[in-house]
């Protein structure tokens, strides 16, 4: 269930940093905007643990998701304008 859970919470995540981050937001479609969320919560996780706000079997909530997220995205965006 937990997997499921992370599905569901990365679609959110994802959903939320494509609406309130600028610029032309270039991964499209449900599979795409839910892996965003789904390595943005994984990215928030790992960032939490390395600095110490959470412990080694926490993970991120929605909020450090939606972070994780807009970095995701943020970053994929440059990336995707050095290639043009």
């Known amino acids: 269930m937990s997997f499921v859970w992370a599905i569901v919470i ?22 795409l905007t839910t892996i965003l969320g789904i390595v943005g919560a994984l990215l928030a996780t790992w960032l939490g643990q390395a600095v110490g706000w959470y412990d080694s079997d926490d993970s991120a909530g929605l909020i450090g998701s939606v972070v994780g997220a807009v970095i995701i995205l943020l970053v994929w965006g440059a990336m995707s304008r050095n290639r043009s």
Not at 10 to 31: C, D, H, L, M, Q
């Open 10 to 31: 990365g679609f959110i995540a994802g959903v939320i940093a494509k609406v309130i981050t600028p610029g032309r937001n270039e991964p499209s479609g449900f599979i």
